[in-house]
């Protein structure tokens, strides 16, 4: 009989000793994975949303967006995308195939020498390939193997350092530019979901990790030198759109590691609290070729309107902001439109709240925006269609480095379905000018309609 217990307790010592080695090698859950845009405790909820509508529509639209991407010929930001949306899928199915798929896609980007390789190429396309390889690693963390997990693990973690100390030729070092939001933000999310001991790690500890306690600061300084504290975004509204698609959720990871009740927005980073005012109040569900929207930017005529900033805004923002922010979302959200991204997709179901209060932006205090600092003013009628009319006025003289181009005191008016005053964006020429611009007296008019010109 003794011998017998002594079988069979060696048989089980055994058998948890092949069971083991089997879920290391399966590629099954050894740290908790997903933690950046949302934990590991929440994939189930979110899988299961993706049954029902409005959530059901949007998975389908990234079904669709998948497969564009992989029959287009890609550049690496094509490439970088499909490698997205392909995670995505797989985050939102737990179908394994799509985690191969994704490894696949992968692969495919860290091979190209001129972006992965390449140290000190464009910073911007390696910051987005940077974002692209960290959302990959995330969400595809439980089905990848230990070897495809090392392998990302890996060339990510090269390509965080690569941005973080260098944006390549013709970079802007100026710490308000969008470029720092770029560069510190894709860095900070890709160290928060690469720092393999934050299972083992609880709260403040997480600041432990060198990487994350330089970028934070980094991260702060921009925010902090990019908002007016009313929270306009100094480059002006289309540059904000860009900057906070790589912030935002770079502070979500960073949230999510550490806990709300250590890192409170409102003591980090609390200019960013009003920065969605200026968004609301000054863009129109005008139908644009490839967006969703039309705002009246006031630098390099950007008045295309990024839909990114809704979902991500229904996860950062104030409670009190939220039911405005849903109407905002829903406002520009057509499924017919080609200007939906997956990433717009995929965070509208991850942070999208079908129960969330609705309010239309009229019963707040949103018709107008107005930022003395920066000396700003947006003018709105109402909030109902593409029928709305904004009207923006910039009265400042002064406007940040990068970005100082002779538009600089103008005004924009959209809405009732166009555009009818754009501006003139960075030109040095004085035609078609919406404000009274003197010229230099060097300056040497050219009429083209001119005798001999």
């Known amino acids: 009989m003794n011998m017998l217990l002594k079988h069979l307790y060696k048989s089980k010592l055994a058998l948890v000793f092949i069971l083991f080695i089997l879920k290391g090698y399966s590629g099954l859950a050894v740290e908790e994975h997903p933690r950046g845009l949302f934990g590991y405790e929440k994939l189930n909820d979110i899988r299961e949303r993706v049954h029902r509508e409005p959530y059901h529509s949007m998975f389908k639209v990234l079904i669709d967006r998948e497969e564009e991407l992989s029959s287009a010929e ?3 930001y094509k490439q970088a995308s499909l490698i997205k949306t392909r995670a995505f899928i797989f985050a939102l199915t737990g179908d394994d195939n799509w985690g191969d798929k994704t490894f696949e896609a992968f692969q495919l980007l860290a091979s190209d020498p001129l972006f992965v390789n390449n140290d000190y190429s464009f910073g911007l396309t390696r910051a987005a390939i940077l974002m692209a390889f960290s959302l990959s690693y995330d969400l595809c963390y439980n089905t990848w193997s230990n070897k495809q997990r090392n392998f990302a693990h890996n060339i990510t973690s ?5 941005v973080s100390a260098s944006m390549g030729p013709s970079g802007n070092y100026v710490i308000e530019s969008n470029w720092m939001g770029v560069r510190y933000g894709s860095a900070m999310f890709a160290a928060v979901v690469l720092n393999d001991t934050l299972a083992a790690q609880k709260g403040e500890d997480v ?5 994350i306690w330089d970028l934070k600061e980094r991260l702060r300084d921009h925010v902090d030198a990019s908002h007016t504290p009313r929270g306009w975004f100094v480059e002006s509204m289309g540059y904000h759109d860009y900057d906070a698609s790589f912030v935002w959720p770079a502070l979500i990871a960073f949230q999510n590691a550490t806990g709300t009740d250590i890192l409170a927005f409102d003591e980090y980073v609390p200019k960013i609290l009003n920065a969605l005012d200026q968004h609301i109040s000054g863009t129109v569900s005008i139908p644009a070729k490839s967006r969703l929207g039309i705002k009246p930017d006031l630098a390099d005529d950007n008045v295309a309107a990024g839909f990114l900033k809704w979902p991500l805004a229904l996860r950062i923002m104030p409670q009190e902001q939220l039911p405005f922010i849903r109407w905002m979302h829903d406002y520009f959200l057509d499924f017919k439109k080609p200007g939906l991204l997956p990433d717009d ?3 509208s179901i991850v942070f999208y709240d079908d129960k969330q209060e609705k309010r239309s932006p009229t019963e707040g205090d949103y018709l107008n925006y107005v930022d003395t600092i920066q000396g700003v003013a947006l003018f709105r009628n109402t909030f109902e269609d593409s029928t709305d009319i904004v009207a923006a006025f910039n009265a400042s ?3 940040k480095r990068g970005h100082a181009g002779p538009d600089n005191l103008t005004f924009r008016i959209a809405g009732l379905g166009n555009i009818w005053v754009v501006g003139g964006g960075r030109t040095q020429d004085p035609y078609g000018q919406t404000n009274l611009f003197p ?9 083209p309609w001119s005798e001999g010109k």
Do not use: T
């Open 74 to 76: 890609g550049n690496v």
């Open 158 to 162: 090269r390509l965080m350092q690569s």
């Open 207 to 211: 600041l432990l990790s060198s990487h």
């Open 345 to 347: 997709v995929f965070y």
């Open 397 to 399: 003289s002064y406007r």
């Open 439 to 447: 010229a230099p007296e060097k300056y040497e008019y050219v009429r």
